[in-house]
């Protein structure tokens, strides 16, 4: 029997700290505020592993910004970030999905970053036992400013975004504009390790993803381009997919292909996905990976926010499925 030979692993802070050289500025800074981050989804993962035995199921009774019933993971995975990031002096900012204001650090005139998040994406799940996730996004903050317009940067802005998946594993997908890796939580080690090398979508796919059951509610383009995905009119007959998490959602579709959207309705014109802290760093991820992500009429990242909560619509995945869509919409 020839013996195996144990590969070393690579762990996302080792990873971030080669990464952060193209950050000459930041010395070290950077990586201590990500690692700030994955700190805090490996609490709240931990909460999610035991959900069903915490008394932590079901509604807090408390209604967010939203005006969505917050579920009480949502309040852990939400302190968890603010406590995690908080202490860090790096942080001027956290703008998060469960908080109606971001939360300033007044007194770190120096601090550079800026943390756009939801905290727990995709908790009506949680109940039942379906993957929910975290997403995020660092922003540079321009010297002394102040207030939520500070966050208002367009997503091609982005120092780096990521998410987790708290699925069958936990797995932490990143990037900071040179590429897309993936890495999966080593209970043993109690660290990410490096999984999924430099991540590329597939150009095309053969799934689609959105809650059809609204159909009738989209504008007419969307109605035919999910009805031609159906019916095999551009050329490839496709599977549907809908698990409601967009992270989860999302993740099938970065590594299978395929696309992910949430269209305008009649009663949300702009869908109901966030642009800040939900779609720009889905958006960045899919790009690096080679795929694409607009809002319908143009590219995401290039859309100037004017409300830290503001909704998008989203249509994002591979590279053929977007274009197909805007090929459909630019014929009329
Ligand atoms: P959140 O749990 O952060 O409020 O997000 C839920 C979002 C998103 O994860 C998912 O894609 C979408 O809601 C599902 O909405 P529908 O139930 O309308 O399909
Ligand atoms: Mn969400
Ligand atoms: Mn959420």
């Not at 942080?91 to 650090?105: D, T």
């Not at 409300?307 to 919409?329: A, K, M, N, W, Y």
């Amino acid at each position: 029997m020839s013996e195996q030979k144990e590969r070393l692993i690579v762990t996302v802070q080792q990873h971030i700290l080669q990464q952060q050289q193209q950050f000459p500025d930041a010395g070290g800074v950077f990586s201590w505020l990500l690692s700030g981050i994955t700190l805090a989804t490996k609490m709240i993962q931990a909460k999610v592993r035991r959900a069903g035995l915490l008394d932590i199921l079901g509604d807090a009774g408390e209604v967010n910004v939203q005006g969505e019933t917050q579920q009480k993971l949502d309040i852990y995975a939400n302190e968890a970030v603010h406590h995690c990031l908080g202490i860090r002096d790096s942080v001027a900012q956290l703008v998060s999905e469960e908080n109606e204001e971001p939360r300033s650090f007044d007194g770190r005139e120096d601090a550079k970053y800026i943390v756009v998040f939801d905290p727990l994406d995709g908790s009506s799940n949680i109940d039942v036992n379906v993957s929910v996730g975290t997403t995020f996004a660092v922003l540079r903050r321009s010297a002394g400013a102040k207030g939520p317009e500070a966050a208002l940067q367009p997503g091609h802005q982005q120092v780096a975004a990521g998410y987790v998946v708290y699925g069958s594993s936990t797995i932490l997908v990143y990037t900071t504009g040179r590429g897309v890796y993936g890495f999966t939580l080593d209970p043993a080690v109690g660290a990410y390790v490096l999984s999924h090398d430099d991540i590329k979508m597939p150009p095309h796919g053969d799934i689609y993803s959105v809650n059809e059951a609204y159909i009738d509610d989209f504008p007419d383009v969307y109605q035919r381009y999910i009805t031609g995905l159906r019916r095999g009119t551009f050329g490839r007959r496709y599977k549907s997919r809908y698990i409601g998490s967009m992270v989860s959602d999302f993740h099938r579709t970065l590594l299978k292909g395929g696309v992910f959207l949430y269209p305008p309705t009649h009663s949300h014109a702009e869908g109901k996905l966030r642009l800040l802290y939900e779609a720009n760093p889905m958006a960045f991820i899919a790009e690096q990976a080679g795929g694409k992500a607009i809002d319908g009429r143009r590219r995401v990242l290039d859309v100037q926010p004017h409300s830290i909560h503001q909704r998008t619509p989203l249509i994002l995945g591979s590279r053929e499925e977007v274009e197909t869509f805007e090929r459909l919409r630019d014929e009329g």
